[in-house]
């Protein structure tokens, strides 16, 4: 079965430092992988993805993920955290078991980001 | 970027009563529409798969006679939460796929049974 783990409940930094949120992923074949922010009592909002190509990959408001094949990893990356990045952060992955391609993401318990001032 | 709605964001009701949301897709039409639930501090849990023109695909242990899905054309899903209980208080969320591999996902809709 497919799934993705993120071993943080939250990750504290404090603002200007550079940030790291973990995931890590188990699928067949190769993953479509995604990472989305949540806002209090909003909605998903998509950040990046790794669908093939390079291994780093650029998303909105200066965040990056580098997908390692060899240690199943996905880690979302920034340089320099700012207050506003406090937010709750998921990795998921596109399901492709069963009948193929679902659509359906399967999601990681979700990271607490906290950057203090 | 893509844009889904969710109407609406807030709705309180009284236990055994249905309540209705939409779903929508703003600037794009979605073949496939999907539907979670999250609990505070959870992660999100997939209820089910809204396919437009057809029956919905529901997820193990989620009750087709109690949450009811139509999706009547390629930018309207509606998730009915039929006799509603306590229990049933949740944050409701909707994502359409847009494309091959990009899912937008809707502002939430926070439904309180009382």
């Known amino acids: 079965a497919q799934s993705v783990a993120q071993p943080e409940d939250q990750v504290n930094v404090a603002e200007g430092n550079p940030l790291t949120v973990k995931c890590t992923y188990s699928?067949?074949?190769?993953?479509?992988l995604f990472w989305y922010v949540q806002y209090p009592n909003r909605g998903l909002q998509f950040l990046l993805k790794?669908?093939?190509?390079?291994?780093l990959v650029k998303g909105s408001y200066g965040f990056e993920a580098e997908f390692n094949k060899s240690q199943t990893s996905f880690h979302l990356k920034k340089p320099s955290a700012l207050v506003s990045d406090s937010a709750l952060y998921f990795c998921?992955?596109?399901?492709?078991?069963?009948?193929?391609?679902?659509?359906?993401?399967?999601f990681g318990q979700g990271t607490t980001l906290q950057v203090k001032p | 970027g893509a844009v889904v709605s969710q109407h609406p964001s807030r709705v309180i009701c009284k236990s055994g009563t249905s309540v209705k949301i939409e779903c929508r897709s703003l600037?794009?039409?979605?073949?496939?529409m999907f539907w979670y639930r999250q609990f505070p501090k959870q992660s999100l849990m997939l209820m089910a798969t809204?396919?437009?023109?057809?029956?919905?695909?529901?997820e193990q242990g989620v009750e087709k006679d109690k949450f009811l899905i139509n999706h009547a054309s390629l930018t309207l899903s509606t998730l009915t939460v039929t006799s509603a209980h306590p229990e049933d208080s949740s944050f409701y969320i909707c994502?359409?796929?847009?494309?091959?591999?990009?899912?937008?996902f809707g502002p939430g809709t926070r439904l309180t049974v009382t």
């Open positions: 994502s359409a796929n847009r494309g091959n591999y990009e899912q937008y």
């Open positions: 699928v067949s074949g190769n993953p479509y």
């Open positions: 790794y669908i093939t190509g390079d291994n």
């Open positions: 998921a992955v596109r399901d492709r078991e069963g009948s193929g391609n679902t659509g359906k993401l399967i």
């Open positions: 600037d794009f039409q979605a073949t496939t």
């Open positions: 809204s396919n437009e023109g057809s029956k919905a695909t529901y």
